[in-house]
């Protein structure tokens, strides 16, 4: 799987649009990029992926350069429930073994 | 749904104990994963089950047994614990046509 570089932690106001980047100068054609997050004390929890088009659901956005070397994860409008890790994570379809976790960043959402 | 649940939530062992965690999901999902997060750590893979009746070593593999039960359960056993595998236990499960993995809320195993 390609290697991801995040920073090591952010924060945001509540209320606020959190803009989590992720670099990923390795990708190769046919790689996935997956945002998952981890709440403290809890399990993973999928938030979204993409592979060249920008995708958005409920949860939030995913905007993708268009060389596909970085993107960014929003979450328009953060509360205090959303800190957590976030992993960004790119992987090839259909692979069947191991998500390969980094350290992720770590999001503070302060009141 | 319940989604992937796992048992039990907290487990204190002495070294040499053995013990089960048991995993279950309720969504029909082929591939179930067994992973361990530890502090400061990313999570390490080890045993995934492709479908019923198969599996496959992970990364870090030594020191455990599976077992694919069913399509619904994937137990993760410990024959002879140490305290090296103080940890917390995560399984996940996939459904066949996506990447996207769905986690369970760990065992939080100390092994003394």
């Known amino acids: 799987d390609a290697k991801t570089t995040q920073p090591t932690s952010m924060d945001c106001a509540e209320g606020r649009a959190a803009n989590l980047p992720c670099n990923h100068s390795?990708?190769?054609?046919?790689?996935?990029v997956y945002w998952y997050r981890q709440i403290h004390s809890q399990g993973p929890q999928y938030i979204i992926h993409?592979?060249?088009n920008n995708e958005t659901n409920e949860m939030a956005s995913l905007i993708i350069t268009e060389d596909r070397k970085s993107s960014t994860l929003i979450l328009p409008h953060a509360t205090l429930r959303d800190t957590a890790v976030y992993y960004c994570i790119v992987r090839p379809p259909r692979a069947n073994s191991k998500l390969t976790f980094g350290k992720g960043i770590t999001l503070s959402v302060r009141p | 749904n319940a989604g992937v649940t796992q048992t039990p939530k907290f487990q204190v062992l002495k070294t040499g104990q053995s013990m089960t965690l048991q995993c279950a999901q309720d969504?029909?999902?082929?591939?179930m994963y067994w992973y361990r997060q530890d502090p400061g750590m990313g999570l390490r893979l080890i045993y995934y089950?492709?479908?019923?009746?198969?599996?496959d070593k992970g990364e870090v593999p030594n020191g455990y047994n599976v077992s694919r039960l069913n399509k619904r359960e994937f137990s993760l056993r410990l024959e002879s614990a140490a305290p090296s595998q103080t940890s917390v236990y995560f399984c996940?499960?996939?459904?066949?046509?996506?990447?996207?993995?769905?986690f369970g809320p760990g065992t939080r195993l100390t092994v003394l």
């Open positions: 390795t990708i190769s054609g046919n790689e996935y």
């Open positions: 969504m029909n999902h082929n591939s």
């Open positions: 996940a499960s996939r459904p066949t046509k996506t990447d996207t993995q769905y």
């Open positions: 993409g592979l060249k």
């Open positions: 089950s492709a479908s019923e009746g198969t599996t």
